[in-house]
């Protein structure tokens, strides 16, 4: 049944994976698509930013260059030092502010160095004839006329200059608008496809939800179906079995005859498998009712020393023929439980005959019981074959049996440590183990002192 459910659950996991895949995929081409837009816009507002810097400069540049004008007109009224500061502090801010314009731009770096030149012209053109203009009114006019041929010498770049500015920044403040544009659009598609991939994620995911759900109705009803036809079938075996061994017992008595001593060896073998599948029976019946929440129990003062104390001696013979060194560890004055000693006696008896089973000739089992606060502790441990990790894990389920079980050919039905687990906790204790491959194994219980027994 768990082989079938992992089968049938290999490709909903592969679905779920998928799902998720192709959902993270969305996601992540919508960041990727959103981020690239972002960038985009943010690249255009810089372009957009440097043009308008551009302008800006441009403008600053033609403004110092009439101041430049001004205070050479001023000069030549007033020739004062500060006015000729004046002109020097205007010629280079005008040479500050152009040299920002046109960078990286081969036609108006071109224009950007005929306005210098021209700038440069204009100061010397001045301080070569303001000397002797000066006080001269024919002079001055002169110069005035001259002045003015440099200054439209200068501007002619400058207007060309600002217009090529002015269709420049309107080509960058378009495309930075179509940029921000598309870099909107392009977020409310990604936020659009990442919900349409989370959405299509969710509706998927819930169909498969509802497909495993479905099947492990479907599986749980097998198992029931299971169930129900073991302790259906149980029932019907021990009737038989039971009559079986009547009948044995009349020919063991000699009811139909006296037997030889060959017949009797074969009444014996007869009697014992059919013990044997008698106790197999019991042990199904057992495990249906655990399953059915059903477990009977009849508790009363029970004495665990003792009760161990027998486990141990009726496993003596088959330690012995082992030649498997069998050792019980007790303290004095250990508690009495209120409990079902029966099915305590099948506990003990189960683990102890597990021990000797998985340990080879020459070994050794050790039974020990020990008193806390508030539970009496059962140890037996054992220093066999062990088992690994995996199998530790999936010990107490039913049918299971260990690898090295298997691969040594070890009887067993794999329910005896279902049924002790069973019985352990329907006393309201614990059970553990701890093993390792080659070294051994021991099995801890745990029965509470006091306490009102639980009974499913």
């Given at each position: 049944m768990r082989e079938s459910h992992r089968e049938a659950g290999s490709p909903v996991i592969g679905r779920i994976v998928l799902a998720s895949v192709l959902a993270i995929s969305l996601i992540a081409a919508a960041l990727i698509v959103t981020v690239w837009s972002y960038r985009s816009a943010l690249a255009a507002h810089e372009v957009a930013r440097g043009a308008v810097n551009e302008r800006s400069a441009s403008h600053a540049a033609e403004t110092h260059l009439s101041r430049e004008r001004e205070a050479m007109n001023e000069y030549l009224l007033n020739p004062r030092d500060e006015v000729s500061g004046e002109i020097k502090t205007n010629h280079a801010g005008f040479v500050r502010n152009l040299s920002r314009v046109g960078v990286g731009e081969p036609a108006e770096s071109v224009l950007v160095q005929r306005a210098i030149a021209a700038n440069e012209r204009f100061l010397a053109t001045f301080a070569t004839n303001a000397p002797t203009s000066v006080g001269d009114i024919q002079a001055s006019r002169r110069l005035e006329v001259e002045l003015d041929i440099r200054q439209r010498a200068v501007l002619a770049p400058l207007r060309t200059l600002r217009s090529l500015n002015g269709v420049y920044e309107r080509r960058v403040v378009e495309?930075?608008?179509?940029?921000?544009?598309?870099?909107?659009?392009?977020?409310?598609?990604?936020?659009?496809?990442?919900?349409?991939?989370?959405?299509?994620?969710?509706?998927?995911?819930?169909?498969?939800?509802?497909?495993?759900?479905?099947?492990?109705?479907?599986?749980?009803?097998?198992?029931?179906?299971?169930?129900?036809?073991?302790?259906?079938?149980?029932?019907?075996?021990?009737?038989?079995?039971?009559?079986?061994?009547?009948?044995?017992?009349?020919?063991?008595?000699?009811?139909?005859?006296?037997?030889?001593?060959?017949?009797?060896?074969?009444?014996?073998?007869?009697?014992?498998?059919?013990?044997?599948?008698?106790?197999?029976?019991?042990?199904?019946?057992?495990?249906?009712?655990?399953?059915?929440?059903?477990?009977?129990?009849?508790?009363?003062?029970?004495?665990?020393?003792?009760?161990?104390?027998?486990?141990?001696?009726?496993?003596?013979?088959?330690?012995?023929?082992?030649?498997?060194?069998?050792?019980?560890?007790?303290?004095?004055?250990?508690?009495?439980?209120?409990?079902?000693?029966?099915?305590?006696?099948?506990?003990?008896?189960?683990?102890?005959?597990?021990?000797?089973?998985?340990?080879?000739?020459?070994?050794?089992?050790?039974?020990?019981?020990?008193?806390?606060?508030?539970?009496?502790?059962?140890?037996?441990?054992?220093?066999?074959?062990?088992?690994?990790?995996?199998?530790?894990?999936?010990?107490?389920?039913?049918?299971?049996?260990?690898?090295?079980?298997?691969?040594?050919?070890?009887?067993?039905?794999?329910?005896?440590?279902?049924?002790?687990?069973?019985?352990?906790?329907?006393?309201?204790g614990a059970i553990t183990v701890e093993s390792a491959a080659g070294e051994g194994t021991i099995f801890r219980v745990e029965l509470p002192r006091s306490r009102e027994l639980v009974a499913a």
């Open positions: 495309s930075s608008d179509a940029s921000s544009r598309r870099a909107l659009l392009f977020a409310i598609f990604a936020g659009a496809l990442a919900m349409a991939g989370g959405v299509g994620f969710a509706l998927h995911a819930l169909r498969l939800v509802r497909n495993i759900g479905s099947r492990n109705d479907h599986l749980r009803e097998l198992d029931q179906m299971k169930d129900d036809f073991v302790a259906s079938v149980s029932h019907e075996l021990r009737t038989p079995l039971t009559s079986i061994r009547g009948y044995l017992e009349l020919l063991r008595e000699g009811e139909v005859g006296e037997l030889t001593k060959d017949q009797l060896g074969f009444v014996s073998i007869v009697e014992r498998n059919a013990d044997r599948l008698l106790r197999l029976v019991g042990d199904l019946l057992f495990v249906a009712q655990v399953e059915a929440g059903k477990i009977a129990l009849e508790p009363g003062p029970t004495d665990v020393e003792e009760l161990v104390r027998q486990a141990a001696d009726a496993a003596r013979p088959a330690a012995a023929e082992k030649g498997i060194e069998l050792d019980v560890e007790h303290v004095d004055g250990l508690s009495e439980l209120h409990a079902d000693r029966a099915r305590l006696g099948q506990v003990f008896d189960n683990l102890i005959s597990n021990a000797l089973k998985f340990t080879p000739p020459g070994g050794h089992v050790a039974v020990r019981t020990s008193q806390q606060a508030e539970a009496v502790v059962i140890e037996i441990s054992d220093d066999g074959m062990g088992m690994s990790e995996a199998d530790v894990n999936q010990l107490f389920e039913r049918f299971f049996r260990a690898a090295s079980a298997t691969e040594q050919a070890i009887q067993g039905t794999g329910l005896g440590l279902a049924i002790v687990k069973a019985i352990v906790e329907a006393h309201d």
